[in-house]
């Protein structure tokens, strides 16, 4: 499923040369913050080179951001939760 998602973002992203976007790493907060930051921007780095590596899309266009477990989205005291907070997310630059 990822990679049918990711792929959409690619073509969107070749054809429309001027779109910038923030590829931004999440995790749960089940590890030291530097872990976790580490581990946000491993995950956000390999959506990064599938999106140029498949779409060649170019460096200057795509921002990586890696905010470990800065930025929840669930509660993380769950196992639901921590699921959803561990993700990738992909940002408009305008």
Sequence with gaps: MAAKVLDQIGMT??????????????????ATETANVKLSARR????????QDKFNIPDN???VAAYGSTKPIADDKTK???AKNRRVELNVIP
Excluded: F, Q
């Design 80 to 82: 639901e939760g921590r």
């Design 13 to 30: 992203l070749k054809e429309n040369p001027n779109i910038k976007v923030e590829i931004a790493g999440h995790t749960d907060g089940s």
């Design 61 to 63: 266009r795509i921002v």
């Design 44 to 51: 956000a780095m390999s959506v990064k080179k599938y999106l």
